[in-house]
């Protein structure tokens, strides 16, 4: 499975960006994807992720009622909308997926299988 992020870029504060995270091998048949980002000197951080069958997502605190994740009905592709980014959300993010994920681990990078290359996202003040 290989996962291919874009979408990342330079944003004022306030601005909005569309992360996206196209998906290529095998099909997915359950688990969870979901996105991290890493801001500099950090460790690797939840931000959000989607339940592949359902569709229920999550989000770490910071970013609900900002950002929306989903993705699209061939279940090819994770998105990750930002919206009111603020400097804060300046980080390498990531996309990953995992088929044997349970929901008490979805919030932990290492649950995760497979992973794509980060896309940068910077919020300037």
């Known amino acids: 499975v290989q996962l291919q992020a874009s979408g990342g870029g330079l944003v004022q504060a306030g601005g909005s960006l569309r992360l996206s995270c196209a998906a290529s091998g095998r099909r997915f048949n359950g688990g969870y994807m979901g996105w991290f980002r890493q801001p500099p000197g950090k460790e690797r951080e939840f931000v959000a992720a989607i339940r592949w069958s359902g569709g229920n997502s999550y989000y770490t605190n910071s970013v609900r009622g900002r950002f929306t994740i989903s993705r699209d009905n061939a279940k090819t592709t994770l998105y990750l909308n930002m919206n009111d980014l603020k400097p804060e959300d300046t980080a390498e993010y990531y996309c990953?997926?995992?088929?044997?994920?349970?929901?008490?681990?979805?919030?932990?990078?290492?649950?995760?299988?497979?992973w794509g290359q980060g896309t940068q996202v910077t919020v300037s003040s």
């Open positions: 990953a997926s995992g088929e044997r994920i349970i929901m008490s681990a979805m919030r932990d990078p290492r649950a995760y299988d497979y």
